[in-house]
């Protein structure tokens, strides 16, 4: 399966801890973006990687969210000391280029209790 | 500040009618449309797209419409078919910012 990858489907937290959610682009793709869907609403962007270098990170809270697309590895999108407001589902996306159609991974269903 | 709007939360249609999905859209630097799929627990799938020197891009079914001067496009889907429910999605970019915006979405309804 040449698609994106994410893992793990589901990731149940409780406050306080630390979530952390795996992308790994289709083959060929340097460019990796992730998107957050609150229920009821449509996806926001929040962070535009390539290979090693954030590009846009104009979406993302300033605090306790962090992402990293390293030389070798899928990209990581790291929330610490998560909150309820934080449930959410979590899509990766990736290109071969930019401004180019995404391809989007199933998502991480993050559930904070 | 929503760049990109889907003012119809939802759409109930018939089997072999037409479908329409409109968007509408604020910042005149994008120059590039797309259209998303999206069904319950998974990703957003590609459907169709439309670049900014165009007004007009078809595929099967799918038909999308760009009128650039009233900042709206629109996508048709005829005959419409049970299997076409589903959430769908407009997106729009700017070649100078490589990241996509999407609209709130469309929950498509049609029935047998």
């Known amino acids: 399966n040449a698609g994106v990858m994410q893992n793990p489907r589901h990731l149940v937290r409780r406050r306080g801890q630390e979530a952390r959610l795996r992308c790994s682009p289709m083959k060929g793709h340097s460019h990796v973006y992730w998107y957050r869907q609150l229920p009821e609403e449509g996806l926001k962007f929040m962070v535009y990687l390539q290979k090693e270098n954030i590009i846009d990170e104009s979406g993302m809270p300033k605090e306790r969210f962090s992402a990293e697309f390293p030389k070798e590895g899928p990209s990581i999108l790291r929330i610490q000391q998560v909150v309820r407001g934080d449930s959410a589902a979590y899509f990766c996306a990736s290109s071969h280029d930019s401004a180019e159609k995404l391809f989007f991974g199933s998502g991480t269903q993050l559930s904070v209790l | 500040d929503q760049q990109v709007k889907q003012n119809s939360p939802s759409l109930s249609v018939q089997e072999g009618r037409i479908s329409i999905l409109n968007c509408d859209y604020t910042?005149?630097?994008?120059?590039?449309f797309l259209w998303y799929k999206k069904y319950p627990a998974e990703g957003p799938t590609f459907l169709i797209s439309i670049s900014s020197i165009k007004d007009k891009n078809e595929d099967g079914r799918f038909t999308v419409f760009l009128n650039k001067s009233a900042k709206h496009l629109s996508l048709h889907i005829v005959p419409s078919q049970p299997g076409d429910s589903a959430v769908y999605f407009c997106a729009a970019s700017a070649s100078n910012t490589g990241k996509l915006i999407f609209g709130q979405g469309t929950t498509l309804q049609v029935k047998p």
């Open positions: 910042n005149s630097m994008f120059d590039y």
